[in-house]
Structures are given as C-alpha cells and as structure tokens.
C-alpha cells in the first residue's frame, strides 16, 4: 500500500519540477553536521518553506528518518503508524521501513498501525520532500501524534531511542510542528519563546507544562515533547535555534498570525 499525498498543489508545488526548484530556493548550502533531531513547521511552503529549508539544510539526512507529527483531524489511533510500503510525492516514492515498524510496536504496543491517521495529515508529509531532496534513498518511519499522556509520550520516546541504539546507525528525528496560532505577532513571539526556552534547555516536562499553562497554541507540542524524551536518552547536549518567523512577514497582516520556528539538536 502506497500513500498518495493528500497536499500537493495546496501545501507545495505538484509538479517535480516546480517542487525542486522551490526546494533549492529553501535549501540554501550550508554546513551540514550530524544531528539527533530537528523540530520544522509544516505550513504552506509560502508562509514556512524558507525555515523548514534553513532547517534542513544545516543536518545530514541518513538512511532512516523517524517522523513525528501532530494529528489535526483526531482521526484514528492516539499514536498511529504508517506501515504501507512507501509514500508518494511528486519527487517519486520514499520507502517505509517495514521492520523498524515492526520493532517499535513491539518495544511501545501503544503504537497502533493505523493509516486513517494518516491518510489526509499535512504536518508529516510536507517534510518528506525535503527529506528526498536530500537523500533519495531515505526510508520512513512515520508516526501521527494523537491526543494521549505525558507519560505516553515518555514511553514513545524511550521506545524511539531504544530502536535507534539498536540500529547501530545515524537516524535523524523530524518532529513537525508550528507554532503560536492566530494571535498578534507581538503576543506570539512572546510566548513562543516561551516554549523554545524548554526546546533548547531540552526539556520535554517543561515544555509541555509551559504550553499547557500558558495556554500556547504550538500544535505540535506533542510530537516534539516526545523527539526530546528520546533525545534525552540518546545523549543529546545541545540545541540552536535555526530561525524564528510568522505569517504576517508574508501576509502583511502581524494582527493575526502563525509563528514558525527551527530546531537542530545534537
């Protein structure tokens, strides 16, 4: 079973060619460096696609990427795998990786097979044509982020690191999230940064108190409190803030916006 993209021509280009050269105007060189993990907004390419790019840019994408993202449509399992045989986008089919699938379920049966989930979810696919930008032989293992526990999340994430150590090679985590969401940009940069400081502290119970008791919008608080679980396990010491924008420098409206942050961690 193959995954049709439920966003192109609405998120991104639909057409390969338009769709390269929008990523080589994202995906300015860098100095790529080995990371653990990186957080990237999943709005239009318009409004996130210049952070999202900078994001990338800057790691080295290996043969495995753990996708992380949050569910908008509460549809479906709480924690949802995608155990298909690949996904496709105009730049062709990325490959799932059929036994890392298997072996998560196993280390964390609250993970569920679950393509509903799936099946019309931007957050997760607007990352995989970056990914095959920058490594056309990557495979997935790509979870939907549901309503569950903070204490789910911790067992998700020890379970993600245990898959990783076991792999025995470079896996990078992509934890897909925007940030605040129809607020002025004032108010929404303050609280942004807000739950960055937790980000970059690398602090997963942090960052999920803060979110909740600030009330901030950041819709992917879930799968990136679970990237910094794992990370915690596999050794993780520093996290640098790539960029930090919002709709309204696109818009022209900073009366009603969406933040948009990047994260490496290493």
Known sequence: MFRSPAVAGRFYPARKEELLSE??????????????GIISP??????????????????EVPELVVLLGPN?????????????????????????????????????????????????????????????????????????????TLSQLRELGRAIATLIEEHQQQVLIV??????????????????????DHVLKLDPE????????????MCGVLPVVTMLYALHDLGATHATLVDYSNSGEITGDY?????YAGVVIT
């Open 206 to 217: 942090g960052l999920f108190r803060t979110v909740r008791d600030q009330q901030i919008s």
């Open 23 to 36: 990523l080589s105007s994202y995906l300015k060189p860098a100095q790529q460096k080995q990371a653990l």
């Open 255 to 259: 009366q009603d916006v969406v933040g």
């Open 42 to 59: 999943h709005a239009g390419y318009m409004f996130s696609g210049r952070i999202a790019g900078e994001t990338f840019a800057q790691v």
């Open 175 to 196: 934890a897909s999230s925007d940030m605040t969401h129809f607020e002025t940009a004032e108010s929404a940069s303050r609280k942004d940064h807000l739950a960055l």
């Open 72 to 148: 908008h449509y509460s549809v479906g399992a709480p924690l949802a795998l995608w155990e298909g045989e690949g996904w496709t986008t105009p730049l062709g089919t990325i490959r799932i990786d059929a036994s890392g699938c298997q072996r998560i379920r196993e280390l964390c049966p609250l993970v569920s097979s679950d393509s509903a989930a799936h099946r019309q979810e931007h957050s997760l696919e607007v990352q995989v044509p970056f990914i095959q930008a920058l490594n056309p032989d990557a495979q997935l293992l790509p979870i939907a982020v549901g309503v569950v």
